[in-house]
C-alpha cells in the first residue's frame, strides 16, 4: 500500500487500482463488501481491487488484487477508464479504475460477502453503490 503523508496538512496519499471485470457471458461483477471485516463502513458494492505496492507496476497490482479478492485470472490487457481524487479528512486516494475480461470461478476473500455477475444497467441500479463507482458507472455505455 502506498502511504505517503503531506507534511503541509498532514494528509495520508493512497493510490488503489479497481477493475470492472466482465465474463464470457458479457456481465459484470460485483462484490460486496463485507460487514463483518469493514465493521466501520458500510457494505457497499463494489468492484475488484486496491492499494498498490510501491514498486509494482500497477497492471501487476491490478492482476494481484483480483487474484486475492476473487481467484480469477485477468484476460489480456486491461483498459484504463477514468482517474479520481477521492478526498476524506486526513487522506487523499488516487484511485484508477479499468476494465477487462477475467476467467475462472469466484472464490470470495473475507473482504467480500457476496458476488453477482450482472448487465452493466443491473450493475447500475445495485444499492448501496459507493458514490465513487456510481460515477464511474454513469459514465459508461454497455
Known sequence: MVDIQFQENNMELQVGVKILLKNKDGKYLTLRRSPEKYSEVESHWEFAGGRINPGSILFENLK????????????????????????RPHKHIVRLTYTGFADGEVKLSDEHSE????????????????????????SLND
Open 64 to 87: 494481484r488484487e483480483v487474484m486475492e479478492e476473487t481467484r480469477l485470472e485477468i484476460i489480456g490487457e486491461p483498459k484504463l477508464i477514468t482517474a479520481q481524487d477521492i478526498i
Open 115 to 138: 458476488y453477482k455477475w450482472l448487465s452493466l444497467e443491473e450493475v447500475k441500479n445495485l444499492e448501496p453503490m459507493d458514490r465513487y463507482f456510481k460515477e464511474v458507472l454513469l
